[in-house]
């Protein structure tokens, strides 16, 4: 039963991130905002939201390792799992903005978050509406860096979506809200069910299990965008998902619930594993031969990594 809850849970979650997109896109587009704003912020915000509600209804149950260890084990996953398979398929291109603009926000947020956990063991409402300062400080940026390159964003909107009828969009909100909602219900129930009978913590389970499945959305879109090689794959955009974790995922659902740590573990080896995956993107992408490009043996490298990340929790 627990199994079958986790996957309608992962299932509905996914379904529900899809009808949400489309209904805010179509949402901005009919307000007239620009497409380039709209893939810079909505998609990206909407396609965060499958790990907020989890995060969200976690945190009010009192349940924080599910909270944090969904986001910090989905970051992990986002790199030495999408980012390496995707690697292992088609090359990943980068170029100077990913060492100049992306790979240091990460890398702030990524240590802001350990910052602020080892100062007092949890995220009080404060830190949250920082971390959600810091995202929309990161928006405003990325919006000015990006208003010259509208091409690059057009292509993450569909113009259809305008003329859809608000009755329509209106079904999409619903759905979408009502998926995500008991998606990330039955998700967290099943996951707990399934540590309760392997033993194992809930910390385990969420930094594994839960990551991966909110992370499946990403891989299955990465995969195919590497198969089709319709274009260059970007690492910054890939990495950007990482930030929006942080700073909406786990600033909003501090924000509504202070996420206090239970497990040592999280802050004294997972997000140390999380800021050295994503540290180990420099020599990797910058200083080896062929620079700003990932091919298949630094996606190796970085599978190799993910999965022992993963064993070692679990034998943790």
């Known amino acids: 039963m627990d199994i079958l809850l986790l996957f309608l849970g992962l299932?509905?979650?996914?379904?529900?991130g899809e009808f949400l997109v489309k209904s805010?896109?179509?949402?901005?587009?009919?307000?007239?905002?620009?497409?380039?704003?709209?893939?810079?912020?909505?998609?990206s915000f909407a396609t965060s939201v499958p790990e907020l509600f989890v995060s969200v209804v976690a945190a009010v149950e009192g349940k924080a390792d599910f909270a944090l260890g969904n986001v910090i084990g989905s970051n992990i996953a986002?790199?030495?799992l999408v980012l390496?398979?995707?690697?292992?398929?088609?090359?990943?291109?980068?170029?100077?903005?990913f060492m100049r603009f992306y790979w240091p926000i990460m890398m702030l947020f990524s240590l802001t978050l350990y910052v602020f956990l080892s100062s007092d063991l949890d995220i009080t409402t404060f830190e949250g509406v920082v971390l959600l300062?810091?995202?929309?400080?990161?928006?405003?940026?990325?919006?000015?860096?990006?208003?010259?390159?509208?091409?690059i964003t057009d292509e993450d909107v569909d113009s259809k979506l305008k003329s859809a009828s608000y009755f329509k969009v209106s079904v999409w909100l619903l759905i979408g809200i009502a998926g995500l909602y008991f998606g990330s219900e039955w998700l967290v129930a099943g996951a707990t069910g399934i540590a309760q009978s392997l033993g194992v913590s809930e910390r385990v389970i969420?930094?594994?299990?839960?990551?991966?499945?909110?992370?499946?959305?990403?891989?299955?879109?990465?995969?195919?965008?590497?198969?089709?090689?319709?274009k260059d794959l970007s690492l910054g955009n890939l990495i950007g998902s990482n930030i929006f974790n942080i700073g909406s995922v786990l600033g909003i659902t501090a924000i509504i619930q202070p996420i206090k740590l239970q497990s040592p573990e999280m802050l004294t080896n997972d997000i140390?594993?999380?800021i050295a995956i994503a540290f180990v993107l420099v020599p990797l992408a910058?200083?080896?031969?062929?620079?700003?490009?990932?091919?298949?043996?630094?996606?190796?490298?970085?599978?190799?990594?993910?999965?022992?990340?993963?064993?070692?929790?679990?034998?943790?």
Do not use: C
């Open 133 to 151: 300062l810091g995202l929309l400080v990161y928006l405003l940026f990325l919006i000015i860096k990006n208003k010259s390159r509208r091409d």
């Open 206 to 230: 969420s930094l594994t299990m839960v990551a991966l499945g909110t992370s499946v959305p990403e891989l299955a879109a990465s995969i195919i965008a590497a198969l089709k090689r319709e």
């Open 11 to 16: 299932s509905l979650l996914v379904i529900g």
């Open 286 to 316: 910058v200083l080896l031969p062929k620079r700003y490009n990932l091919f298949r043996k630094e996606g190796f490298v970085l599978l190799v990594g993910y999965l022992t990340f993963v064993v070692l929790t679990f034998f943790d």
């Open 272 to 274: 140390v594993w999380m």
């Open 24 to 43: 805010a896109v179509s949402i901005s587009l009919k307000l007239n905002i620009s497409k380039m704003i709209v893939g810079l912020t909505v998609v």
């Open 84 to 97: 390496a398979v995707t690697a292992l398929i088609h090359q990943l291109s980068t170029d100077r903005d």
């Open 78 to 80: 986002n790199i030495g």
